[in-house]
């Protein structure tokens, strides 16, 4: 997701600046004063404002979202050659962080509406997988977009195959399922703080949420090189991946507003919508009853979408394809198991989808003009 510099941006950083910036200057001065860039104490402070926040009881920041992934397997104790079930229809990340560490990305199909894994495609890739003698171990769940997954089926599959869920919600921090916050939603939840995430720093950063204090002890020790109750005393093989002292001082800030902005993405999403729920040749983006959508993208189905795109630009909106190709047709994760059918859902729609400008301070006025060209 990149930050674009048109008149209309696709996603205004600049805006939600200028709300903040002097807190956010004193914060990050307030750091340079006490000198602790790592694991400082804006870091935990900050981790219990996302406790408060979501509900989860153990939360731990780190390095980035794809290194909360990482980690998150890790605590689980997936070993090589396991096998971790991922929608091919996701940023590469989801997968990325398993096949780093020798984990294999087993792919499956979404569902067209929610654009989130399809429970009826993952258990025929439980099937396979077995078929295959492969051992699956867990699930990323991947919240794309912003809106949960579809969880009560996910953890039913879950707990009668004896696999853990990943709940990966990178794009989805301050959505909600079933009145559980995004943090609740898995064995372990990730999520990231890259600066056009719903919820971003000025760097890079990521969080892991559990319930399981075992296992929040596991994620605390694993980024930390491994650590064990004393500095120098190394229990497990980890990694370095901390969030700096900066980054958290600036996402206190952040926090303080993330609620109301949480709010005005959904409005925006709502005035989106009564522009494209009846519109020919786009449909808008569904969200399953229950759910709330931080709207990390207003992502629409669109049938002719190069010359609707152009469109667009010609009156000087930005839109992007996430994503232009799906996970099973990557160079680099074609040789990666998937079903024998393939991923044809997550084929087409990434074909069909257009992502419109979403960010809590977009004008009335962009989504007037978006709507004058219908
Ligand atoms: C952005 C993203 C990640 C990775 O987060 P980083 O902080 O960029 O490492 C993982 N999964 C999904 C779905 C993402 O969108």
Redesign the pocket.
């Known amino acids: 997701m990149k930050e674009y510099t048109e008149s209309v941006n696709f996603i205004d950083l600049s805006a939600q600046q200028k709300k903040i910036r002097k807190n956010i200057e004193v914060a990050i001065k307030n750091v340079l004063d006490h000198g602790q860039y790592i694991m400082g104490p804006e870091v935990s402070i900050l981790e219990n404002k996302l406790k408060d926040f979501t509900g989860a009881k153990n939360v731990y920041s780190c390095a ?4 909360a ?1 990482t980690i998150a397997m890790m605590a689980l104790d997936f070993q090589p050659g396991d096998v971790v079930f991922v929608p091919s229809f ?2 590469v ?2 997968a990325e962080s398993a096949a780093l560490i020798g984990i294999v990305p087993f792919f499956v199909d979404v569902d067209k509406e929610t654009f989130n894994i399809d429970p009826q495609s993952l258990c025929r890739g439980i099937l396979e997988a077995k078929k295959l003698n492969l051992n699956p171990v867990g699930i990323i769940a ?1 919240d ?1 977009f912003g809106q949960p997954a579809n969880y009560e089926e996910l953890r039913n599959i879950a707990d009668r195959e004896g696999l853990k869920i990943i709940a ?1 919600g ?2 989805s921090l301050g959505a909600s399922y079933k009145d559980k916050n995004v943090g609740m939603l898995g064995d372990i939840s990730t999520t ?3 600066p056009a ?1 719903p919820m971003g720093c000025y760097g ?1 950063g ?1 969080a892991l949420f559990t319930d399981d204090s075992e296992l929040g002890d596991k994620i605390n020790s694993i980024r930390l090189h491994g650590r064990g109750v004393e500095k120098y005393d190394h229990t497990s093989i980890g990694i370095n991946s901390r969030l700096d002292t900066i980054q958290a001082a600036i996402l206190i800030e952040k926090l303080k507003i993330f609620p109301e902005e949480i709010l005005k993405r959904n409005e925006i999403a709502k005035a989106y919508h009564k522009i494209f729920d009846s519109c020919d040749y786009a449909s808008s983006p569904k969200i399953i009853e229950g759910n709330i959508s931080s709207w990390a993208q207003y992502t629409l189905i669109v049938e002719e979408r190069d010359s609707f795109q152009n469109k667009l630009k010609n009156i000087g909106i930005p839109s992007v394809i996430y994503y232009p190709k799906s996970l099973t047709n990557q160079p680099a994760y074609v040789n990666y198991p998937t079903l024998s059918k393939g991923t044809p859902i997550s084929d087409e729609l990434c074909n069909k989808v257009l992502s419109l400008p979403m960010h809590p301070y977009l004008k009335k006025s962009t989504i007037e003009k978006i709507a004058s060209i219908l």
């Not at 980035?64 to 290194?67: A, Y």
């Open positions: 980035n979202g794809t290194d992934l996701t940023y990340a989801s991947v794309l990966d990178a794009q990231s703080f890259f995430k890079d990521g």
